[in-house]
């Protein structure tokens, strides 16, 4: 016990895992918070040597640690246990969830209301304007509709927002290689439940088995094929 106290005096790191979160990583994460108003890191980010930002965090490579901690469990015990502070920093946990409900989805409602259908061309980028989602702004509206047309990109977001979509008059046709490889096992279970392929209008799948977790929740009823 007296060597162990002599230790601590010294500042002997018995958990190293426990330091960095604790000494480095979240006091980087308040910082950016702080900085940016915002705790959407890039992966590239690393902290700078600046007087700015706490000194035993310089250098830390905070993008790709916080890339770590969403895709791969990185510092769970400690993500677990300070989720509610993370929270409070706004904290992205599915960078393609916050993409979609807090940029696209608000943009193309915007893009909707000022111009009364959602035909976005191609070429179209969100203004920085107030008449605009504040998180949409340069926003390439009309490549994000492009690549969800052409390539089914946010299919898991907007085959759940269905009812959204539909108010605002949006052509959300799946395409054909997504709709193969997502929409036709779903097809494939509700066959085997019902006996038939006839999917009701306002049928969403149930959050229980059989059905796959991924699939949870969404309006199977008002997908159609492009």
């Excluded at 015990?77 to 960078?95: I, M, N, P």
């Excluded at 504040?134 to 990109?153: C, E, Q």
């Excluded at 509700?190 to 959050?207: A, C, S, Y």
Aim: with cysteine; charged share 25%; hydrophobic share 40%.
């Amino acid at each position: 016990m007296r060597n162990k106290s002599r230790l601590e005096e010294l500042g002997f790191v018995w958990d190293h895992t426990e330091f960095e979160w604790s000494e480095r990583i979240f006091p980087a994460l308040e910082c950016f918070y702080l900085l940016k108003g915002h705790c959407r890191v890039p992966k590239a980010f690393v902290v700078p040597s600046d007087e700015k930002w706490p000194t035993p965090s310089w250098g830390l490579r905070l993008g790709k640690i916080v890339s770590g901690i969403r895709s791969s469990d990185c510092y769970s015990t400690q993500v677990s246990r300070d989720k509610a502070r993370l929270e409070k920093l706004g904290f992205v946990w599915k960078v393609v969830d916050f993409e979609w409900s807090e940029c696209i989805l608000p943009a193309l409602e915007a893009f909707h209301q000022l111009q009364g259908h959602c035909c976005v061309t191609r070429s179209f980028v969100v203004p920085s304007e107030p008449s605009w989602p504040k998180n949409a702004h340069g926003l390439k509206l009309g490549i994000a509709v492009d690549n969800i047309r052409k390539r089914a990109s946010y299919f898991d977001q907007i085959a759940r927002a269905m009812n959204s979509l539909e108010a605002i008059a949006f052509d959300s046709k799946i395409a054909v290689s997504k709709w193969k490889n997502r929409v036709e096992p779903i097809l494939v279970t509700f066959k085997q439940l019902h006996g038939h392929r006839n999917v009701p209008r306002d049928f969403v799948v149930p959050l229980t088995p059989p059905w796959r977790e991924k699939d949870w929740g969404i309006q199977l009823g008002k997908l159609e094929p492009i």
